[in-house]
């Protein structure tokens, strides 16, 4: 190990990167080989510069279209304005940065994006091969990039006057990460990348093979023993290898320095590569890396440095010092974020005076250097009610402190990123959690109904805090524990909290709340909850509910066409929100809901008016809220006109908002259905299934329109009718702007406590959560009960598939993942897989289990369906019906393996389509287990999908 490297590294660990101003950044592209991806390095580097930058992944994010099916960095690839648009308006980014992949806009999409005043920056990183087909498209950009100067004249040739020169490097996190090195990766020369269709490169290894100690890694070398490495062994094989040979020539015969060069000597190791001019820009030869010309030059000059180290050192030391004094990323955005900035000083870019004025004008705008904040709660799962939190929350930590970058732990960041134009990562990994922890200033937990015992025992109880817990007030517990770790502050904000009977619940919910910095909760039962167990008074805050803090004048409400026409044509509009609710009879409720509609429009005829119903769900799936509603709607008469206005069950909030302004009046079951609506003056009848419900009608003096769930048809009639016609009293508007200045008020003690937090000088490095994981024997988890064993797979129909080492083929102990690959699946494919599940304790057991498919197709319905057996049982599901999770709970006597197959088979013939492997990509997964005093027989229940026996 040389130490002057090493003391270098950890220097570099304590260097903060600063040009002196900050933008908002949205970054566009996707990192095809994972966390060590130059665009995984790109977009850390805009970080670790202290700008606000939004990643949009575009393996995640559907924002493409692709008319030409571009791939491997070959354009034009174009990003739809209108599939970005929503998160261009909560983002509102300074500059946009389109990473590669052929990635570009429409003319037309472009100018849209321009004159919002919006900077738009394109990098190619696979020039000049890709030159010819990204020529005609990157004009649209203010600034082009390029990583090879043999393109530069091509460009100019082509008539862009755009395009610079942005050559390859590394970041500081891909330098400075901790990563131990591993004996089996030693070698006096490696060589990595891929050598498919590439002769020169396996001639000059394969030479070398036969003199030294070599390894190769990638795809087509012919040296056995060949491997693909990413992630960590990426960086293990880097550190395993002495000389690291680099072959300059591209596939396309241009000879062009490529990125391997300073992945190489920024792990410390010397780098031999083909001698040419370009490359001196960058390195010394015989200096700080080496030359060659042919094999019997190379060969000479590594068997010179392996027989003299300290020539060898010297050398690895000085291209290492290059590296981190000029050719890390960091240092590539400075140069390019200056010409930016400088757009009209120099000859470098051509911009016309109206746009480089509009320019100037956007970038003159500089934010505080990035301080990120974490909040963490039921984000992005589909549910209004929580999106409405998110939104009160980050937006006032936002106004107190413009430093502030709120990164959101949710349960689907696609979707968070996507509406609110907030960073967001998975809350269920912990192990991403653990990465995104060590670079915040401060953890928020809320809001919403987070600390109770109804899921306790289900989500695994007390050990389910220091198991990886995913749910409960354990699974939200192990994030912020985290952060306390490191004196990261932790605060609570607008929670709910209650019931909480189980006695280890109850210490639980102490011990968080006595890691919290300050606490602030939703109503004062949750409060004197909290002082019972006890909680420090002085940390803590009772205000409403965070969502009377949401600044409804920045939302422009969208009022559906449906409810325009039916307001135009007189009707009386009631809105209907209804939810699940497991511990009530829902048909009996619906149908008591019809028969009150029924009969309001009975009266309201005798008056010569007519009633409508507009569904407001707040909860997205077809299980959900929606059908609920639907229990109701089709068993009204067709006198009563309803109308849905949602997109399967999911509303936005102006689309919400705009819905509202067409309603008279409102029948809600949810919290935050009632207390929006009250909100924006329109009045609510309630059906109260929980304590919190009833609490909301009498904070807002509607106490007699709290009514029961059991509420006879009659009552609720009732209510409707003088909401309808007596509308929301002075008193409870009164009392509502006065809830929402109180909820302002409480919300701003947690987020000012943030604002005056220090920022955390925060480094990014390269995430953990993708390095390749230690080999071991894997065994059963015990906190689990059961376990999948001895599982193979088998098709039918797929000749083309091959099944040993594929990846979408997995069998683990806890989980079955298969998917059929083909891209117009045809009738009687089949793939399967079929093993068996083992109990660890072999007893009466009850086993729960998850299928999980995100697909839904309505196009695709009675095509492609799912068998899952488990022992006698069978499920069947049409796959294309919903994306939403099945959940299955099996009962045994525990007595012997329980045989269990899962399949997708093809019913009848299919369209032609990529993404027919990701939508029949189907997981099995077993989420706990619990003894059963007895168990005569087997039992399989499911929350959706058909069951029988087998046989």
Not at 190 to 208: F, Q, S, W, Y
Request: aromatic share 6%.
């Amino acid at each position: 190990m040389n130490q002057n490297i090493e003391r270098l590294r950890r220097e570099l660990q304590d260097k903060i990167f600063d040009q002196g101003f900050h933008w908002k950044i949205l970054f566009i592209g996707t990192s095809v080989n994972g966390t060590t991806d130059i665009v995984s390095s790109l977009s850390r580097s805009l970080r670790n510069l202290g700008h606000h930058v939004l990643d949009l992944d575009t393996s995640r994010h559907r924002v493409l279209e692709n008319p030409l099916r571009r791939q491997g960095g070959m354009g034009p690839v174009y990003v739809s304005y209108d599939k970005i648009k929503q998160t261009v308006d909560a983002f509102e980014p300074q500059v946009i940065v389109c990473c590669a992949g052929g990635l570009t806009f429409t003319e037309e999409d472009a100018q849209k994006l321009k004159d919002r005043g919006i900077v738009l920056v394109g990098i190619t990183l696979s020039d000049p091969d890709v030159f010819p087909s990204i020529r005609d498209h990157q004009h649209v950009f203010d600034v082009h990039t390029t990583n090879a100067t043999a393109a530069m004249p091509m460009y100019r040739e082509a008539g862009m006057h755009n395009t610079v020169y942005f050559p390859f490097g590394i970041d500081r996190g891909f330098v400075t990460q901790e990563i131990p090195e591993d004996p089996a990766f030693e070698a006096d020369v490696i060589c990595l990348g891929h050598a498919t269709n590439r002769p020169d490169r396996n001639e000059m290894m394969v030479a070398l093979d036969r003199k030294f100690d070599v390894k190769t890694y990638g795809r087509g070398w012919e040296i056995p023993d060949s491997i693909t490495v990413g992630g960590q062994e990426m960086v293990q094989a880097l550190k395993g290898g002495k000389i690291h040979v680099n072959f300059p020539l591209t596939r396309a015969g241009f000879i062009n320095i490529k990125c391997g060069v300073f992945e190489s000597a920024g792990q410390g190791r010397m780098v031999a590569t083909g001698r040419f001019e370009e490359m001196e820009q960058f390195f010394t030869y015989g200096e700080e890396i080496i030359g060659y010309e042919d094999e019997e030059d190379l060969s000479r000059q590594i068997e010179y440095y392996l027989a003299n180290p300290e020539e060898y050192e010297r050398v690895a030391e000085n291209g290492f010092r290059r590296i981190i004094n000029d050719h890390l990323y960091e240092h590539r955005w400075m140069y390019l974020l200056d010409i930016l900035r400088d757009l009209g000083d120099g000859p470098d870019v051509e911009v016309g005076p109206e746009r480089l004025a509009q320019i100037k004008e956007t970038l003159s705008v500089s934010y505080p250097r990035a301080k990120k904040v974490i909040l963490s709660g039921f984000y992005g799962a589909r549910n209004l009610g929580d999106e409405m939190i998110l939104r009160s929350i980050s937006s006032r930590l936002r106004e107190a402190d413009p430093a502030i970058q709120v990164s959101v732990a949710a349960e689907s960041p696609t979707r968070v990123e996507a509406a609110h134009g907030l960073q967001a990562f998975d809350r269920k990994s912990h192990t991403i959690a653990g990465y995104q922890v060590k670079s915040a200033s401060a953890v928020l937990l809320g809001g919403g109904g987070l600390w109770h015992d109804y899921t306790f025992e289900r989500g695994g109880g007390l050990p389910a805090l220091f198991t990886g817990g995913t749910i409960s007030m354990a699974g939200f517990g192990i994030l912020p524990m985290m952060g306390k770790v490191l004196d990261i502050p932790f605060h609570v904000v607008g929670l709910g909290v209650g019931p909480l009977t189980d006695p280890y619940a109850r210490r639980t919910v102490k011990f968080l709340a006595s890691q919290a910095d300050s606490i602030y909760v939703r109503d004062p039962e949750s409060a004197d909850l909290l002082r019972s167990l006890p909680v420090d008074e002085e940390r803590l805050t009772v205000g409403p509910d965070s969502v009377y803090a949401i600044d409804l004048d920045e939302v422009e409400p969208q009022v559906p066409d449906e409810v325009r026409r039916l307001r135009e044509e007189g009707y009386t509009v009631v809105g209907l929100n209804l939810r699940p609710w497991a511990q009530e009879d829902m048909l009996a409720v619906a149908l008591r809901v019809r028969d009150a509609l029924v009969d309001l429009a009975a009266q309201l005829a005798e008056r010569g008016e007519k009633l409508a119903v507009v569904a407001l769900p707040m909860q997205a799936g077809d299980r959900m809220d929606r059908g609920a509603i639907g229990q109701v709607t089709r068993r009204l008469p067709k006198s009563i006109p309803s109308v849905f206005v949602d997109r399967q069950g999911e509303l936005s909030l102006a689309e919400y908002l705009g819905a509202l302004e067409g309603c008279h009046a409102v029948l809600a079951m949810r919290l935050h259905a009632g207390l929006i609506a009250h909100r924006v003056g329109v009045p609510v009848v309630g059906l109260c299934y929980d304590p919190k419900v009833y609490r909301h009608f009498a904070e807002v003096d509607r106490v007699d329109d709290g009514l029961d769930l059991t509420a006879a048809s009659s009552q609720i009639s009732e209510r409707l009718r003088l909401a309808v016609t007596d509308g929301l009293s002075e008193r409870s508007q009164e009392l509502v702007r006065d809830h929402a200045r109180d909820a302002r008020a409480a919300l701003d003690i947690s987020v000012q406590a943030v604002a005056a937090t220090p920022a955390v000088p925060a480094v990014y490095e390269v995430p953990a959560e993708n390095e390749a994981p230690v080999r071991r024997r894997a065994v059963p988890r015990t906190d689990v009960g059961a376990y999948f064993q001895g599982f193979t797979a088998s098709q039918q129909g797929l000749d083309d598939m091959k099944l040993p080492g594929n990846p979408h083929l997995r069998a683990g102990l806890q989980r079955i993942d298969l998917a059929l690959e083909s891209e117009m699946p045809k009738a009687g494919m089949t793939i399967s897989q079929s093993g068996r599940m083992e109990l660890v304790d072999r007893r009466a057991t009850s086993v729960d289990l998850v299928i999980h498919s995100r697909w839904h197709n309505p196009r695709a319905i009675g095509r492609v369906y799912l068998e899952v057996r488990i022992g006698s049982k069978i499920l069947r599901q049409d796959l294309a019906v919903s994306g939403e999770p099945i959940e299955l709970n099996f009962r045994t006597s525990g007595d012997g393996s329980i045989p269990v197959e899962v399949k997708v088979s093809v019913e009848a013939d299919t369209f032609k389509a990529r993404s027919w492997t990701p939508a029949t990509t189907v997981g099995l997964e077993i989420t706990g287990s619990r003894r059963l005093a007895s168990a005569k027989e087997e039992l399989l229940i499911a929350s959706r999908g058909d069951v029988r026996s087998a046989g």
